[in-house]
Nanobody, 114 residues
């Protein structure tokens, strides 16, 4: 059983910063060998990949957030973070934590006001 719980969402003004976190209770996976990622889904939009991080720490970002967002992980704590800077109204979405191959959290709302 794998449970992913996101936290840290909220309301922020454009240009501001926010960090969302994901805690994994990972009895069904070996966390430090698992690819983790953040996805988001805006209202009326499809879910899209925001950033991913491999077990070895290699990262990948969507073009829309590259240079503004940073994904990181703490294997000892079984946590993944997404630091979001220079936020824009179009970053407004529910942000979901993902663990390979098919585990999802319930999401945390991030709202960026203009």
């Amino acid at each position: 059983q794998v449970q992913l719980v996101e936290s840290g969402g909220g309301l922020v003004q454009a240009g501001g910063s926010l960090r969302v976190s994901c805690t994994a209770s990972a009895s069904g996976i070996i966390f430090n060998k698992t690819l983790m990622a953040w996805y988001r889904q805006g209202s009326g939009k499809q879910r899209e990949l925001v950033a991913s991080i491999t077990s070895g720490g290699m990262t990948n970002y969507a073009d829309s957030v590259n240079g503004r967002f940073a994904i990181s992980r703490d294997n000892a704590k079984k946590m993944v973070y997404l630091q979001m800077n220079s936020l824009k109204p179009e970053d407004t979405a529910v942000y979901y934590c993902y663990a390979h191959p098919s585990y999802w959290g319930r999401g945390t709302q991030v709202t960026v006001s203009s």
